[in-house]
């Protein structure tokens, strides 16, 4: 019920009303805006990092249900100044599908999934580890549940 009341507030904030979708639904929307995506909870499911090799300094923690993300990170609430930034990720759980351009323009080839990356750990340390040129990931949704 919590991360509901947090979605509630999050959309509430857009300017074009957003409707609660179930994951059936949204499994058929195709780009634009975010949906069911949370930003800097406790207990993410992929965390985003400035730095390589999730050096210190900027992170984005993201939880995300099943078909849930945001095609463009800096139309977020709390997301915001998170485009053309990420240069090393942690996956946690969940798969994972990145984009370089916003209305899920570009995807990566790479599918992100916790034992994925070089070592297996869900860590993807460079850009090259997770399919995108440097600094250019715009959009993330997550595949499954
Ligand atoms: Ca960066």
Redesign the pocket.
């Known amino acids: 019920m919590k991360d509901k009341q947090l979605f509630t507030e999050l959309t509430a904030e857009f300017e074009a009303p957003v409707t609660e979708l179930d994951d059936e639904v949204a499994a058929t929307c195709s780009g634009g805006a975010a949906i069911d995506i949370y930003f800097g909870g406790p207990n993410p499911d992929v965390i985003l990092y400035?730095?390589e090799n999730r050096g210190l300094g900027d992170a984005l923690q993201i939880n995300a249900k099943a078909f849930g993300g945001d095609d463009n990170l800096d139309n977020s609430a709390i997301g915001s100044g998170w485009n053309n930034?990420?240069?090393s990720i942690q996956v946690i759980r969940g798969n994972w599908v990145i984009y370089q351009d916003s209305g899920k323009g570009r995807p990566s080839k790479v599918i992100l999934t916790p034992n994925g990356g070089p070592k297996k750990d869900g860590v993807y340390p460079n850009a090259k580890a997770f399919g995108l040129p440097?600094?250019s990931l715009t959009g993330i949704f997550r595949t499954n549940v």
């Open positions: 400035d730095k930034k990420t240069s440097d600094n």
